[in-house]
């Protein structure tokens, strides 16, 4: 094999490669789209701070088990409840 042909197999393969990751990147980005504007997985921000409020006891123990600190914990209630501290 001299140098001109292993040159072209390199290219070649390379150029393989990049068509094969393009196809691959179209295809996340299309079934991406799919799944948001079929609008599954989607959760509002609304909805999270609901589903922690309603779950407070569990989110704080977590917290505390996490090593959080009570100031920090307080600061997580103040924002998931609304309310405005200052």
């Known amino acids: 094999m001299t ?8 290219v070649l393969a390379t150029c393989a490669i990049c068509v094969a990751g393009i196809v691959v990147i179209g295809r996340a980005r299309r079934t991406a ?7 599954e997985g989607l959760v509002s ?5 609901r589903l ?7 989110v704080e123990q977590t917290a505390r088990l ?10 997580v ?10």
Do not use: C, F, P, Y
């Open 45 to 49: 921000r609304a909805d999270t701070q």
């Open 52 to 58: 922690l409020a309603e779950n407070w006891a569990r």
């Open 3 to 10: 140098v001109s042909a292993g040159l072209l197999v390199v």
């Open 77 to 86: 209630r103040a924002n998931i409840l609304g309310l405005h501290h200052g």
């Open 33 to 39: 789209r799919a799944s948001v504007s079929s609008g």
């Open 66 to 75: 996490s090593g959080m600190s009570e100031e920090e914990i307080k600061r």
